[in-house]
């Protein structure tokens, strides 16, 4: 298995992000214009992951968000998603411990992430990594 960031927007990147994206969110896939902001944004570092069983096709993704707050900085692995027919495969894992390495090198003091309840071996993976859950309430204000 192969775990990199990618420096600009290629067909393949676009096509992965259209299959995966929807296997993890009702939300609509990037477009080529998002993607490529991603790719570029200094505070948004994009993980890919290939893999053999699937000719080292994208088989997965996840972001790492780094931003400043006047407290310090902070990190955040959002978007974790691996293709259906290659989850149990540690792709997940991995995309996460290269997630953390990073934020850990940025010199994050911690890394946030938050799971769907109903993702249960999402969640299975994250506690077993050494995520505990954070008491706090979780608010969203929708335009």
């Not at 927007?9 to 299959?19: G, K, S």
């Not at 069983?53 to 900085?73: K, N, S």
């Amino acid at each position: 298995m192969e775990i990199f960031s990618p420096t600009q927007l290629t067909d393949e990147i676009f096509a992965a992000m259209q299959r995966l994206i929807p296997q993890l969110s009702v939300s609509p896939p990037p477009t080529p214009q998002e993607l490529q902001a991603i790719i570029g944004s200094a505070s948004t570092i994009l993980f890919l992951a290939r893999h053999p069983e699937i000719d080292h096709q994208i088989a997965g993704a996840a972001a790492l968000v780094l931003f400043r707050i006047p407290t310090g900085l902070r990190a955040r692995i959002e978007d974790v998603v691996v293709d259906e027919r290659l989850r149990r495969r540690g792709i997940g894992e991995a995309l996460t411990w290269a997630a953390l390495e990073h934020a850990r090198s940025a010199g994050a003091a911690w890394v946030d992430l938050t799971s769907n309840p109903a993702r249960l071996a999402a969640n299975r993976l994250y506690q077993r990594m050494g995520f505990e859950p954070r008491t706090t309430n979780l608010y969203r204000f929708k335009f």
